[in-house]
């Protein structure tokens, strides 16, 4: 059973044991209504029926049941909630004298921590456990069956801020290589969509794929499209990676796909967590989005400027008190959403901030956010590339 708790710890998310030996089906459906109110992903193993631990008033035996959640909320706020959804099943200090149990919820693990060894060493709780994971493990694999990705990378030669961008040369490679070479490999198939023969000879010649479009796309989604509809192929997903982001990493882009695991998700992208101590300036950056959440990880608004504003605090100190997540533009699209979206016309909010994904939120549209803890510098100007110079021969230095 040890295998069990080691790979239980690789799980980033909440692991909770649910009991009762009082109304225990009605009160275990309770507890999963309220969490599946608060989950990005909630899942379930089977109920099971055992007898009672360290009962000795009461023998009645208990239904028990352990649950994965996925959520925005943390180990405070959740432990606080499982208080909550105990207390509106009915739980007393009365009847626990008595040890009726209306509900018990008890945290176990929390993102690989575990919380509650003596529960956790139940066999019960390891067989559920177990069965947990293998459950998730072929959801995965069928997702990953049945779901097909594909990678569109727009690159255009004519950029006002940096012409011939994706053509300029970053350690001995063009931009644009650097781009494909992060992503070819962990999608099924991936191709630079381009406006200009130059860049479709650079692509050829280092071996990527290339699909030609027309020069008159406003925005990179508009181009994907055009790009997949050329390429053809029934891929579910479209991923929209920019191309003047040569140090994606794999790990950003295996979190966007696992926002499709929710199959209400029409769109994806990536957001990362200011640290705690950055400076007020760089989040006043009106060229870093930033973005606000909902508690089931769907983005509720992007803007260039700082939100939420926090009324009543020093400015110096709005970081410290709460987490502002900066947008990495790395986009997902299931196919038909994607055909939907470049049918729309420019809305306010996109024309106000321009921010095309504001469009989208406009017209009722729900985008599904992952969270990503790695750097990447996106080039713009001739200055950044001098960055990500620096930035690749750090990381070449350190082995990474």
């Avoid at 149990?101 to 008890?106: F, G, K, M, Y």
């Avoid at 690159?155 to 070819?184: D, H, W």
Wanted: hydrophobic residues 40%; charged residues 25%; glycine residues 6%.
């Amino acid at each position: 059973m040890e295998t069990v708790t080691v790979e239980a710890e690789k799980h980033s998310g909440y692991f909770i044991a649910l009991g009762s030996n009082t109304e225990a089906v009605g009160a275990l459906a309770l507890a999963r209504r309220r969490l599946e109110e608060v989950a990005m992903t909630l899942h379930c193993s089977p109920a099971e029926w055992t007898a009672a631990i360290g009962c000795h008033r009461n023998n009645a035996p208990f239904l028990n049941q352990v649950v994965l959640l996925q959520t925005a909320l943390d180990t405070a706020s959740l432990k606080a909630l499982l208080k909550a959804i105990e207390k509106e099943a009915g739980r007393s200090v009365e009847e626990k004298e008595q040890e009726i149990v209306r509900l018990d919820l008890d945290l176990l693990m929390a993102h690989g921590r575990l919380l509650k060894p003596e529960d956790w060493e139940r066999p019960y709780v390891k067989r559920m456990v177990a069965d947990l994971m293998h459950t998730i493990a072929n959801k995965q694999l069928d997702t990953e069956r049945t779901m097909k990705f594909i990678g569109i990378i727009p690159a255009r030669y004519a950029s006002t801020r940096f012409p011939a961008k994706p053509l300029a040369m970053l350690g001995g490679k063009t931009v644009i290589q650097r781009v494909y070479e992060q992503v070819a490999g962990v999608l099924d198939d991936a191709y630079v969509a381009t406006d200009d023969e130059r860049i479709e000879a650079a692509v050829k010649a280092f071996g990527g794929k290339v699909v030609m479009t027309s020069v008159h796309h406003k925005s990179g989604t508009d181009r994907c499209y055009e790009a997949c509809c050329k390429v053809g192929g029934d891929f579910d997903v479209v991923v929209n990676i920019q191309g003047d982001e040569p140090f994606i990493h794999p790990s950003q882009l295996e979190a966007v796909k696992a926002c499709f695991q929710d199959p209400t998700t029409q769109i994806a992208t990536l957001v990362k967590p200011f640290p705690a101590d950055a400076p007020i300036e760089a989040i006043e950056n009106p060229n870093s989005p930033k973005v606000v959440l909902n508690k089931n990880m769907n983005a509720l608004y992007f803007s260039r400027s700082v939100i939420p504003y926090r009324r009543g605090v020093e400015r110096e100190k709005w970081t410290s008190g709460h987490t502002y997540y900066k947008h990495i533009g790395l986009y997902a699209y299931r196919t038909e959403v994607l055909k939907e979206i470049t049918a729309l016309p420019q809305s306010s909010l996109e024309l106000a901030e321009s921010l095309e994904q504001l469009r989208w939120l406009e017209n009722g549209y729900l985008i599904k956010v992952g969270l990503t803890d790695v750097e990447t510098i996106g080039i713009d100007t001739p200055e950044d590339l001098q960055r990500a110079e620096e930035f690749l021969k750090a990381s070449e230095q350190h082995g990474k």
